[in-house]
């Protein structure tokens, strides 16, 4: 259902207001719904806000995807040890940037479709890190003091070499997992029970870096978080007089829910103020050594100077990559994770959005396109992989802005940034407690939308509570085991031991694992464990939901194609026919099995 703000904010594009009232009509799969029957999402997925809101909505997202990637350069750069630091850090930066554009337009278009920032991936940094480890790649003594040295520039250049190539491999077989439709296999037997787990540790076991965060100073973390609350759920409904151009009325005023638009831009913008107020006069400390010293506006400043104006990062910019088997399996872990944490992204980003459960061919193809685009940072020397953000995926729920358009246009500005490359260092010089403060509502939201996935299965049946709770307390319990005691692992095989604590330190991984196969293996009827219901809500296989994840002006030229029938990657492919791949459900299919569902309930 459309609201009131919905239709106010197309009035200055005209095509918007048509669309708010078709949503509250009786469109095809709109309001066959049991649950969440009124839609509070005011752009969703398929539409496209007028352009000067685009891109204003698309800076929210992009403020997010720096704060969360500007880490890795400096973990990378310090792990591989190169002479000039300062520059080959300023690369990197770029380069990064760069790639969270690329792969963040190909995931919202051609990938899964949904609302999605793809970011550098942190999961990778442990093999990275085991893998720098190797007497070959350690870095000596002499690695800062060699200056001119040209040992010293080879020996930094082996090294990213050495986790390019793997990462190249392992990416690639990201793409065949994903192009041979392995992870729609493995979707026919997941439930809520399996999934519930999987999104909400994927902000639980985020605790500790916003802590890192908010640590530098907790009194600024808790004011960003304050106001986020105040501007999205208190006068979020306040309407601001704003200056506006149509065709028909020419220059004119009108009113639009700015809190509930921009709760980021706001809240960043006048901290960030408050911030530089308390630097001038020299409330925060100036010791560098001092945590607070990262909440000063100039803590950063140096970026700008390290950051070039123009940088267009290119083909292997530190030769030829090369590849090694324990280097390979250490990456292919740390994919696999990244894997699983994405579809659970992908499920997220559809509840959050209230669109329809992804159909397999959509999971495939992003995964696929996970994959391209990991193999496209290896390619351009990024050091890490992308992967989808779940931040992002939470400013949706606070801003209730999932227009694809919007993401997209995050996408282009995150190219900006990497290739202009002042843009990018200006908007890193968010101080860390602002950060901090916005992911604490982000991942929180999260972790929120895991459980409310939970609203599918019985939660009075012992059965499931039993499964829940092993599956949380396990998927926290088992990555901080492993993180003090590493060297319990002991297989006999190194490769196979990185494996195991890369793919088991993913609390989102263990969780859902641990809940997969305890809701397989413990006996327990369909309606009990949600996956009538978990299928059948909303139909995905309407019309709407079909545009949604497909591609509308390529499906029916497909669809007379029969081989591509057989393809996991086709909107046209079989098995997408609903998650189980056994039969269509259709809207009839979606009211018999709620009204079944109700007398079962009347009856208990």
């Given at each position: ?29 709109r ?37 969360g ?43 899964v ?8 991936s942190?999961?990778?940094v442990?093999?990275?890190v085991?893998m720098?480890?190797?007497e ?59 999934i519930?787990?999987t ?18 100073q ?43 638009l ?27 050594t ?6 000063r506006?100039?803590?950063?400043v ?6 070039p ?5 290119l ?14 399996m ?13 579809v ?12 329809a ?19 496209v ?9 992308t ?18 358009a ?11 940034c ?47 509570l ?6 949380f ?44 196969l ?7 009827t ?8 978990w ?29 591509c ?19 269509k ?20």
């Amino acid at each position: 259902m459309a609201t009131e703000s919905a239709v106010t904010l197309g009035r200055s594009d005209g095509g918007i207001e048509k669309h708010g009232a078709k949503e509250d009509g009786e469109g095809p799969g709109r309001d066959q719904r049991p649950v969440d029957s009124v839609r509070t999402i005011l752009y969703p997925v398929d539409t496209r806000p007028p352009i000067h809101l685009m891109i204003l909505f698309g800076l929210q997202q992009a403020f997010m995807t720096i704060g969360g990637s500007l880490s890795l350069p400096f973990i990378l750069t310090t792990i591989f040890c190169p002479e000039k630091e300062s520059e080959v850090r300023a690369q990197l930066l770029s380069i990064t940037m760069f790639m969270c554009g690329i792969a963040t337009i190909l995931q919202c278009s051609i990938g899964v479709r949904l609302p999605i920032i793809q970011g550098g991936s942190s999961t990778f940094v442990a093999p990275i890190v085991v893998m720098m480890s190797l007497e070959q790649f350690k870095c000596s003594e002499n690695d800062d003091t060699l200056s001119g040295s040209n040992t010293t520039n080879i020996n930094w250049e082996i090294r990213i070499r050495e986790v390019q190539g793997n990462l190249i491999l392992a990416s690639l077989t990201q793409v065949f997992v994903g192009g041979l439709g392995l992870i729609g296999l493995i979707l026919r037997f997941v439930g809520p029970l399996t999934i519930a787990p999987t999104i909400s540790l994927i902000g639980l076991s985020l605790t500790g870096v916003v802590a890192s965060f908010c640590e530098k100073q907790w009194g600024i973390s808790l004011l960003t978080l304050a106001l986020l609350f105040l501007f999205s759920t208190c006068i979020n409904k306040v309407q601001l007089p704003v200056p506006a151009f149509s065709r028909k009325e020419k220059c004119h005023a009108t009113k639009l829910p700015i809190f509930q638009l921009f709760p980021v831009v706001l809240t960043i913008a006048v901290v960030w103020l408050f911030s530089f107020i308390l630097t001038e006069t020299d409330v925060l400390s100036r010791n560098s050594t001092d945590p607070a010293f990262k909440a000063r506006t100039d803590s950063k400043v140096g970026i700008i100077n390290e950051t070039p104006w123009f940088t267009f990062p290119l083909p292997f910019p530190f030769g030829m990559p090369t590849f090694s088997i324990a280097g390979y399996m250490g990456m292919l872990a740390a994919t696999i994770s990244s894997i699983f944490e994405s579809v659970g992204d992908y499920f997220a980003a559809a509840r959050m959005s209230e669109a329809a459960p992804p159909p397999v061919h959509a999971i495939n193809r992003g995964i696929a396109i996970e994959g391209v685009s990991s193999i496209v940072s290896g390619i351009m020397g990024a050091g890490h992989a992308t992967t989808s953000y779940s931040s992002n995926i939470g400013i949706i729920g606070i801003t209730k802005i999932a227009s694809r358009a919007v993401f997209v246009t995050a996408g282009l500005i995150l190219l900006l940034c990497g290739v202009v490359g002042k843009v990018g260092a200006i908007l890193a010089l968010i101080p860390d407690p602002i950060i901090g403060g916005t992911l604490l509502l982000g991942l929180g939201m999260v972790a929120s939308v895991g459980i409310s996935v939970l609203q599918f299965c019985e939660m009075f049946s012992t059965r499931n509570l039993a499964i829940l709770g092993v599956s949380f307390l396990m998927g926290l319990m088992i990555p901080q085991w492993l993180t003090q005691h590493s060297d319990k692992v002991k297989t006999g095989s190194q490769d196979l031991d990185q494996v195991i604590k890369v793919l088991f330190g993913t609390a989102s991984f263990t969780g859902g694992f641990i809940g997969f196969l305890l809701d397989n293996m413990i006996p327990g009827t369909e309606c009990e464990r949600g996956i009538k219901r978990w299928i059948a809500v909303p139909d995905s296989s309407s019309e709407s939901n079909q545009t949604l994840y497909s591609f509308p002006f390529l499906t029916k030229y497909l669809d007379k194609v029969t081989c591509c029938r057989y393809c996991p990657l086709s909107p046209t492919f079989t098995s997408s026919r609903s998650r189980c791949g056994t039969e269509k459900y259709d809207i009839n299919t979606t009211r018999k099995v709620v009204e079944v569902h109700l007398k079962e309930v009347k009856t208990l």
